[in-house]
């Protein structure tokens, strides 16, 4: 199987367990959820889907050696997504940003992979339990195959083929963890972080276009037209019965997720408060004799590029208008 990727370029995959594992439903169903959730609908640049987001993943841990286990891990780590991906955790803020890690043994266990893994020797629910993977995830502000992954991809329009290469190629593993070779790999890893958690991750737009949707998915499924059980349709097909609801508030809301959508700051008359997450990464960088945090290594140039902003750490006031 040849995969072209928009981030790794063409890579052949011939294990026969990741083979079958990429043409499974809950796998294919993510070719139709969009990485950033709302992103789709209000930013003109060329997103990622959740698809491209887990092969990545299992492409990177592939590169660096993961064990076929792991990769098939990676492969699967984010199929309990719903349509929207992370607007419902702001639907069901009672989950703490996890609605869809709660829910991926479920989505495993109700398919076809756990027949798939059986006949490979491996135990499906290992696979959906990520955090056993120390490749595959890790907590903030360690690397990962995930952050690594969506970092490249949700920055590639802040970064060019050959600076994303140069980052891939000084990505090594050290104790069962990823690390980066140079310092200025690292550098050049953490500049792209920031600048991606800036312009996306916390992005006033994003994060008024989350609390919008999120708005009208509660309000359609307290009318009743769709389920909690349709969310793991595609954004696409979610939407389509959104947009049959008459209430107007979801009519409303749906008619603003538009590229024209602005977001202001506006303690006295905000629209909704958005909470954005913190994030902050200090990669290893493992000379092949030790191992040391950016952080450490180069004080001065870490704290210059990692200035984090204002709202990635606290419920932001917003105010919908329109250009």
């Known amino acids: 199987m040849i995969i072209q990727d928009k981030v790794y370029g063409e890579v052949e995959i011939n294990d026969p367990l990741l083979i079958e594992l990429n043409r499974c439903k809950p796998v294919q169903r993510m070719n139709g959820v969009w990485q950033g959730g709302v992103s789709s609908l209000i930013t003109p640049f060329d997103c990622a889907t959740r698809y491209e ?40 803020r ?8 709660a829910h991926l043994e479920m989505i495993i266990e109700q398919s076809e992979i756990p027949s798939i893994t059986e006949k490979y020797g491996l135990d499906w629910k290992k696979l959906a339990h990520k955090e056993q993977f120390t490749m595959l995830e890790q907590p903030l502000p360690k690397l990962c195959a995930d ?5 490249l991809r949700d920055g590639r329009s802040f970064s060019t083929p050959v600076q994303r290469e140069e980052i891939i190629q000084d990505l090594t593993s050290y104790q069962g ?10 550098l050049a890893f953490t500049a792209l972080f920031n600048e991606t958690n800036k312009r996306i991750w916390t992005n006033l737009r994003h994060g008024l276009g989350y609390e919008i949707l999120a ?45 024209r959508l602005q977001a202001e700051i506006d303690a006295e008359k905000p629209d909704y408060f958005h909470r954005f997450k ?9 000379d092949g004799t030790t191992a040391r945090p950016l952080s450490q290594l180069d004080e001065v140039q870490y704290t210059h590029i990692f200035n984090i902003p204002a709202t990635s750490a606290q419920e932001v006031p917003l105010r919908f208008s329109q250009s």
């Open 215 to 259: 708005e009208a998915v509660r309000h359609t499924l307290q009318d009743g037209i769709i389920t909690e059980k349709d969310l793991y349709l595609t954004d696409a097909e979610v939407l389509k019965k959104m947009k049959e609801s008459e209430n107007p508030i979801v009519q409303r809301n749906i008619s603003r997720l538009t590229p």
């Open 278 to 286: 913190h994030r902050k990464i200090d990669p290893l960088v493992w």
């Open 53 to 92: 987001h887990c092969v990545g993943a299992m492409i990177v841990l592939r590169k660096n050696g993961a064990p076929i286990e792991e990769q098939a891990a990676g492969l699967l780590h984010d199929i309990g997504h719903t349509a929207f991906s992370h607007v419902i955790d702001v639907v069901f």
């Open 147 to 151: 952050r690594i992954d969506y970092t």
């Open 94 to 101: 009672e989950y703490n940003n996890n609605y869809d890690d």
């Open 177 to 186: 963890e990823f690390a980066f070779k140079t310092k200025k790999g690292a």
